[in-house]
C-alpha cells in the first residue's frame, strides 16, 4: 500500500487533470481522495479549492488564458457535484439556520462561494445560493422573503468593491449581518473593514467555523456610503463612473500604442474604484500588473502613460483623480514588480 | 469675588440684618470652624433646620455637610470651581449649593431651590430618549420586510429597553404560533408552538385585538413554554397587543424579574405611551411583513412554472445553459429555454429556445403558455415543421398582437458524435463551434410564430464530432448595448470571436464564458431579457493522462 497521501498531493493530481482539460480524470482524483478516506469538507476545501487557488494564480501570473480559467471551473464544478453525489456523501439535517450566499453584481467567480455553499450544507445550515452576479434588488427581495440569520457574500475582482459596498449596506439596512470574503477585499481583509462588513474571513472554513460559533452581530441600519467614506462627498467617483464611456475614448486617442479599448475600459474601472476607496496603491497595483501582462506578450508598455495623461487632462478638475493618476504614473516609472 | 457682608461680629449672626435680607438669593455663612453664622430668610425657608450659631453638621442635610467638609479640607487658597457645586434633596426638593470661600476660613453657600429646573431637565433628557429609542425602533422594524426578522427586532429592543424578557406571538389562522424569544442581554429565538388559547383566554383575546391595551396578568397562568429559555423567575406579566392595519398583528409579553415591577413603576404614565407607540409601530411593522410574505407566497406559486428549469443530465450530451431576464428584481421573462429528456416514444431529447415579444411578467406569462403548449406536442416533436405549424396555430388563436421566435434542437446519436437536427422560427440561427475554432452558422430558418396563418420552417441537419459545440441564443445577446464606449451593439462578429476562443471548451465553461463577456459589455447598462444554451458532444477521453496518484 502506498502511504497516506496529504491533500496536498490529491491537489497535485487534481491540478493536472484539470491542465490536461481531463473532466473524467479530475472527477477520479476526487473520489480517490473522497474514498482514501479525507472529509467531504477536505476534499472541497484542500483539494478542489486549492486547485481553484492555483488556477486563479496561474491567471494572475498570465500562465493560462481566460478560457482556460473558465475550462478549469467547469471542470472543478463537475467535481463538486460527483463528489456530492457519492454515497460516503450525506448532507445532515439542517439544524443550524439560514443563510444566503451571493456573488455580489458584476462578480462571475461563482466557485469560490459554491465551496462556502457546500462547506456550510455539510455542516447543518440551509443555504440559500444565489450564484454569480446578484443585483442588489434581488438580494434584497430575497433576504426580505426568507429572513436569513446572515448573508456571506463572495467578491474576487477588485473593481467589484463598489458595488459589494452596496450590498453590505442594503443587507445591512435589512437588518441582516454580512460576512465577506473572497480576494477582492484584500489579503488582511482592510476593505471589509473600511466598508463596515460585520464579518470577514480568509477562506470557507474559517468562515464556517465562524458561523457555527454563533452570536452573529446585529447591524444597526440606517448607515450610508459617505459615511464609511467621507472622501465620497467629493463625487469625484461618480464623475468619472458617469463618464466611463468617454474617458475611454479619450484614453485610447492618441492612436500608436495606447491599449485596447477593452484594456483602458478596465483601467478606468480601476481608476473608479481606487477614487471609490481612496487608495492609490490599487491603481497602482493593477497599473504595474498591466505593464508586467504588456511585457510577457511582447507588447510595447509605452502606451500606458499616454493613456494615463489623456485621462490625466480629462479629468483635470478632480483633484483626486490627479492625484490617483500621478502616483500611478510614478509606479510605472518606477517599474514596480507587480504584487504577488 | 469676596464673601458678602462678612460678619464683623459673630454674635450678630442671627442673620436678620438689612444687607443680608435684601440679597435676593438664599445664602448661608458657615464659620472656619463649622458654625452656622448667618443665614437670611431665603436660606432659612429652604433648610428649615438650620439655626444660625448652631454647627452646620447638626442641622444642614447630610450631602451639603459633606461637600462642606470637602472645601474647608483642603488647603487654603484653592480658588473654587464647578465641581465644587453641590445638589441634594430637601423635603422633596432638590437645592443647588454654590461655595464661595471668604478670607477668614469661612464659607458662604448660595443656594437656590433646582427642582423646577431639574424636573424640566429630566423630563427632556426623557423625551430625548423616548425620541432615540422610538426612532432607532422605527430604523430597525423598517429595515426587514420578513416577519420573523420584524417579531426578532421587536423582542429585541422590548428586551434591551422595557422588559427583562420578552415574548412576541404573531397571530395566525391556524393552531400553530410563531413566538419569538428574547432575555435582556441575549439573542432573539424563534419557535412554533401549538397553544391552546382556549386554556389562556385572556391570551386569545388579545390575540385577536381585545383588549386594545396593555394590561398586567397573573406570572402564574402562564404556560413555562411561553417563557423565553433562560428567564429566571418571573415577578410580573405585562400583555401588550400589538395592533396591525386593522387586524391584530399578535401579542407582546413584557416579562420583570422577581424585583422589577414592570407596570407598577413611578414613571408607570409616561411609560405606557411610549409603550402604546411601540406597540403600534412594531404590530403595523409585523403586518406590512405579513402582507408582503403573503403577496411574495402568491407570486412565487403563480411564476413557479415560468422560471427557467433546471437543465436535466442528458446521457451523452453536455448541456449548459443561461439565463437572464431584464429587469434587476425579475427572475423572469421573456426569453425562454426548456428541455424535454426524450421518452420511449419519442427517444430524441428536445432542446427549445426562445424569445416572446415584450418583456416582463406578461411576456413570460406566453413564455409559459408556449412551455406548456410544446410540453403537450412533444409527440410529433420529430417532425420540427409540423410541431411549429400546431404551436403557431395554438398561438394564433390566443395571444392577441404578441409573437415569439423559437429555435429547436432535436438531439440524436451517432456513436459518439451527434446528429443535430436544428429548426429556427424567427430566432437567431444557431452557431456551431468546431474544435479547431471554426464557426458555422447554421442554415435554418423560418417565419416568427403567431403572425402568420401558417408556419414556413427549414431544418437543418448538423453532425457534431466529439468536442465540437451548438449554441442556441436570443437576441439580448447580439442586441446587447454597451462595451467601453457603452453604446455598442455586442453584434454577431464578436459573438463569433468569442466562440472561437472557446474552442475544446466543456459546455458549462462555453456558455459561462459568453455570458461573462457580454455582462462586461453591457457593464451596468440596461438591457433585453438573456438566454443561451450550449450542447456539446463530450470530447473523447483521454487516457493515459493525469491518472490518480
Known sequence: ??????????????????????????????????????????????????????????????????TDEHAATAIDSRVIDALLAHPAVT????????????????????????????????????????????????????????????????????????????????????????????????????????FGADLWCPDARAAAERLCRGHLPRPAPGRQAVDDLPHLADEEYAHVTLRAARLVRAATAPGDGVPSAQRTATLVDFLATALYTDDDALFSGHLAWSAHILATHGEPATGLPAALDALAAELRDLPRARRVLAAGRAALAADVPPPP | MTSPAAPADPAHGTGDGPPWDAVPCPLLLVGAEGTVLRANGGALALLPAVVPGRPLRATAPDWLISAHRHLTGRPRGVTPGDGDIV?????????????????????????????????????????????????????????????????????????????????VIASTTDRTHHVTHCVRGGEPERRALSLDLDALPEL??????????????????????????????????????????????????????????????????????TLRLFAARAGAAMSAARLYAEQAAITATLTRDLLPPHAPRLEGVELA?????????????????????????????????????????????????????LHALIPVAPDHRRLLDLLNGALLDTTGDRFATLVLASVGHDGPALRLRLTSAGHPPPLVLRTDGTVETVATSGTLLGVLPHAEARTAAVRLAPGDACLLHTDGITEARGGPTADEFFGEERLRAVLAECAGLPAEAVAERVQMVVAQWLGSGRHDDIALAVLRAPAAPRPGRAAPP
Open chain 2, 321 to 373: 445553459t443561461g439565463y437572464r431576464p431584464s429587469g434587476d428584481t425579475e427572475r423572469i421573462g421573456g426569453d425562454f429555454y426548456d428541455v424535454h429528456p426524450g421518452s420511449a416514444d419519442v427517444p430524441e431529447p428536445l432542446v427549445v429556445l426562445g424569445d416572446v415579444s415584450g418583456k416582463g411578467l406578461d411576456a413570460a406569462v406566453l413564455t409559459g403558455k408556449i412551455r406548456t403548449t
Open chain 2, 87 to 167: 445638589c441634594g434633596p430637601v423635603g422633596g426638593r432638590t437645592v443647588r449649593a454654590t461655595p464661595t470661600p471668604g478670607p477668614d476660613g469661612g464659607v458662604t453657600w448660595w443656594l437656590a431651590d433646582d427642582s423646577d429646573d431639574r424636573h424640566l431637565a429630566d423630563a427632556l433628557r426623557h423625551e430625548r430618549d423616548r425620541t432615540a429609542f422610538l426612532t432607532e425602533l422605527s430604523n430597525r422594524l423598517l429595515a426587514s420586510l420578513n416577519l420573523d426578522r420584524c417579531m426578532e427586532a421587536t423582542a429585541w429592543l422590548a428586551a434591551t429597553h422595557m422588559a427583562d424578557g420578552v415574548t
Open chain 1, 1 to 66: 500500500m502506498t502511504p497516506a497521501r496529504q491533500p496536498g498531493d490529491w491537489a497535485d493530481a487534481l491540478w493536472d487533470a484539470v491542465r490536461a482539460g481531463d473532466g473524467s480524470a479530475a472527477t477520479g482524483v476526487a473520489l480517490a481522495a473522497l474514498e482514501s478516506g479525507l472529509g467531504p469538507e477536505d476534499v472541497l476545501l484542500d483539494v478542489v479549492g486549492e486547485v481553484q487557488r492555483r488556477v486563479g494564480q496561474a491567471w494572475v501570473d498570465n500562465r493560462v488564458g481566460i
Open chain 2, 204 to 273: 386569545g383575546l388579545a390575540l385577536s385585538g381585545h383588549p386594545p391595551s396593555a394590561r398586567g396578568i397573573d406570572p402564574a397562568a402562564l404556560p413555562a413554554r411561553l417563557l423565553p429559555p433562560g428567564m429566571g423567575p418571573v415577578g410580573s406579566v405585562r400583555l401588550t397587543p400589538l395592533p396591525g392595519h386593522g387586524r391584530s398583528a399578535g401579542v407582546m409579553l413584557l416579562l420583570g424579574g422577581p424585583d422589577r415591577d414592570v407596570h407598577g413603576e413611578q414613571e408607570r404614565e409616561r411609560d405606557d405611551v
Open chain 1, 91 to 194: 448532507l445532515p439535517e439542517p439544524t443550524h439556520g439560514r443563510v444566503t450566499v451571493a456573488c455580489v453584481d458584476g462578480e462571475w467567480h461563482a466557485l469560490p462561494a459554491r465551496l462556502l455553499v457546500e462547506v456550510l450544507r455539510l455542516r447543518g445550515w440551509q443555504v440559500d445560493d444565489l450564484g454569480p452576479q446578484v443585483p442588489v434588488a434581488r438580494l434584497l427581495e430575497h433576504l426580505h422573503r426568507t429572513g436569513p440569520a446572515l448573508v456571506a457574500l463572495s467578491a474576487s475582482f477588485s473593481t467589484r468593491l463598489p458595488a459589494a459596498h452596496e450590498a453590505i449596506l442594503a443587507c445591512q439596512d435589512a437588518g441582516t449581518p454580512v460576512l465577506v470574503g473572497g480576494p477582492a477585499f484584500g489579503p488582511g481583509g482592510g476593505y471589509a473593514r473600511l
